[in-house]
């Protein structure tokens, strides 16, 4: 099949394409959990605007990228000894199978005009898109990766890698369960013994049990004024029949109850194409102090295991100090092999970037002084 760049229109996502998109997504061997539509309006209610875009070509959905516009908060960050404002960013484009190599990058390379456009009128300072990861000591990535790093530099972004941590859930729960570290273990035992239990709960319960725990909306999403507003938009996604019905991912919740049947935490997993991601928990005071966070975890490691998926993403990793470190060090406690995310780049404003160097340099000078 072919087209050509005069062909293929680019819009913005909107209610008219949802079922067009979905669609498409659903039926693209490239998808993921970050395709999941719900996690768009999880993402809006932290007040982070969905501009994804949509290619066309005589009605026919030809390639779908994800972007939120993520606003920089320069005072914030300037403490950090950067200076940012802000940019698009999303889990990676999908773009037609069906399409010859020449028509693959018209598609991507519009894709990219349209979102670079787009980031400019907004401010933003750059375009990224993470893409499938692959695991370290793998024979080789898989060609439809390769193909669309080679479309990436093709349509001028930079490559970079994302370390992160992959479960091989096709492991027995036995060798899942040796990889966890020894200390972790003894926790998910102890906490056991004082009858905290993990359970998978679905539909109206799921909403429910969610909606108990939006005390601890805040902590988990960072502390941003919109954490209410996208707990209730994680209630609502949960409470929806698996799959949303239209195949493009799901988001499961494990509850961690006590005794007396009182809600500890819930972990959140967004699903899709055989992978789960690791998206969300919440904890209660109560919950730290018995263990509940890596039972709710470890529960639900079986869990998308038990619902057919082949490999369970615990996320990104990071170091140094902050709750960004912290969860990374907690992940690190559930074993895994390393997986290495191509990230794409564009930048939108390069003139921007010589002189937010020069600001951060000069404001790191002053605090030394």
Known sequence: MSTSAEEVTVERVTAAHEAAVAAFVAAHPQRGPGHCRALAAVE???????????????????????????????????????LAGGGLVGCGPLVSQSLGASARRDVLGALVDA?????????????????????????????????????VLAAGGRLSLSPGLLLDLSASEEELLRGVQANTRRLIRKAETVEVRATSVEGDEARAVVEQLADAAGSAFGGVAGASRALAAVARAVAAPAGHGDGTGALFVTAVRDGAGAVLSAVVTAEANGLAYYFLSFNTEAALGK???PVGLWAAILAARSRGHSRF?????????????????????????????PVAQWAIKPGLDARDGLLTALASGLRRR
């Open 115 to 151: 979102l670079r456009q787009r980031g400019g009128a907004l401010g933003a300072r750059g375009l990224s898109w993470m893409l499938p990861g692959f695991a370290e000591g793998e024979a080789g990535l898989a060609a439809s990766t390769v193909s669309l790093m080679d479309d």
């Open 44 to 82: 809006a209610a932290l007040g982070h605007r969905d501009e994804s875009v949509v290619a066309v070509a005589d009605g026919r959905v030809l390639g779908f990228a994800p972007a939120r516009w993520i606003e920089g908060r320069t005072l914030r960050v300037l403490r950090h000894g950067r």
């Open 313 to 341: 993403l615990l996320g990104s990793l990071e170091y140094g100090v902050g709750k960004s470190a912290q969860i990374s060090a907690f992940k690190r406690k559930f074993g895994g092999q390393p997986v290495f995310a």
């Open 291 to 293: 263990n509940a966070n």
